[in-house]
């Protein structure tokens, strides 16, 4: 299940900074990549957090470079949000004093007017860190998920077996699913129905 990109951003560890508006980041995350393409939309899905460095707006084919303090003049920050915006990409991190010193402010006002949600990542915080904590809320709701069948399976499977054998089973099945449930033999004949009382 997706992660609020709210508990990314106060995940103390990760010391990661707004840099827009609090109500852009009212949003889920699905999954996490990291790209310095000028257009990485061919690779990214509807949901996914992105984080950059910010290579692609810098004009220097030096990798060891020192971080620069602007981009360079011509960086189409408003293009490059509409494509991520147009992508359904969920948010930006932006890892300073890689490629630039801070997060470039063409960049802050574009996605400022898009509603884009941005951050800044510091330079000590890896993006794998951010990459794992999604992928580990993943994993994480996925066995609360297992379980939480496991638990039902159990209580209906005692149910079915109990002094209330099959209607029995049908109040604990729908008890655990939220909604009401009807057991129909195979000749389609109703054979236990829900208590309408509850």
């Known amino acids: 299940m997706p992660t609020p990109l709210s508990e990314i951003i106060a995940t103390e560890r ?3 900074r707004p840099l827009t508006d609090s109500s852009t980041f009212n ?9 310095d393409l ?16 910010g290579r692609q707006f810098v004009d220097t084919a030096d990798p060891t470079a ?20 147009s992508a359904g990409v969920a948010a930006i991190g932006f890892g300073t004093e890689v490629i630039t010193h801070g997060v470039p402010a063409g ?20 993006f794998i860190a951010i990459s794992r904590l999604v992928a580990d809320n993943e994993a994480e709701q996925a066995r609360a998920g297992f379980d939480r069948a496991l638990a039902a399976q159990n209580d209906i499977a005692r149910a079915a077996v109990g002094k209330g054998r099959l209607a029995a089973a049908a109040t604990v099945a729908a008890e655990h699913l939220g909604c009401r449930v009807w057991i129909f033999d195979a000749d389609g004949e ?5 208590d309408t009382e509850k």
């Open 190 to 194: 109703l054979v236990s129905e829900p």
């Open 66 to 85: 020192e971080p620069v303090a602007e981009p360079a003049a011509e960086a189409d920050f408003v293009g490059y949000v509409a494509r991520l915006v």
């Open 27 to 35: 949003r889920s995350v699905t999954w996490v990549h990291n790209s």
């Open 107 to 126: 960049l802050v006002a574009a996605c400022a007017t898009a509603g884009l949600p941005l951050f800044e990542v510091p330079y000590r915080i890896p």
């Open 38 to 53: 000028n257009d990485p939309t061919p690779f990214v899905s509807e949901g996914q957090l992105l984080l950059t460095t």
């Open 14 to 16: 990760l010391a990661l």
